[in-house]
């Protein structure tokens, strides 16, 4: 399918170039920062929760498409969602960057614009670029309590 690839291409640069929830928020808001060494990635994300949802979410941060675009589609995401959906949600997306050649993806609730980070998988360097933004949101959620 090659019309895919290219779709896919589009939304991670749209995501790129204009970012959804860019900012920050001020506290009580919970912030966690979080590094790709490797790649140079930086993100900032920060969280409001209220009555288990989590009401608000910005990021900041700096470095390749890979790492920007999925905290992008992850702040679109995530938004207004309950901790428990959010919470599943990362695992969710964990599981489809680590999928192994020929096993069967986890298709039970579309990830929509997500999954066009799925051909991340097959570049091992670029995995932690796309998750590193999730696992600063994981943390911020600790740091929040939830
Ligand atoms: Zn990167």
């Not at 860019?22 to 919970?30: F, I, K, Q, T, W």
């Not at 994300?45 to 675009?69: A, L, M, P, R, Y």
């Not at 997306?93 to 298709?107: A, L, N, Q, R």
């Not at 066009?116 to 670029?126: C, I, S, Y």
Request: proline residues 6%; aromatic residues 4%.
């Amino acid at each position: 399918m090659p019309g895919l690839e290219d779709l896919y291409r589009e939304i991670i640069l749209d995501h790129y170039k204009s970012p959804r929830n860019r900012g920050s928020l001020e506290p009580p808001a919970v912030r966690a920062e979080g590094h790709n060494p490797l790649c140079g990635d930086e993100i900032e994300v920060f969280i409001t929760v209220e009555d288990d949802k989590v009401s608000d979410i910005k990021i900041s941060g700096q470095g390749c498409s890979i790492s920007q675009s999925s905290a992008s589609m992850m702040s679109a995401a995530i938004k207004g969602k309950p901790i428990a959906d959010v919470r599943a949600l990362i695992s969710r997306f964990k599981h489809m960057m680590s999928i192994e050649e020929g096993e069967v993806p986890d298709t039970s609730a579309p990830l929509g614009d997500l999954e066009a980070l799925q051909g991340v998988v097959k570049f091992p360097v670029r995995i932690k670029c796309a998750i590193l933004s999730w696992n600063t949101l994981a943390e911020a959620l600790d740091i929040a309590g939830e």
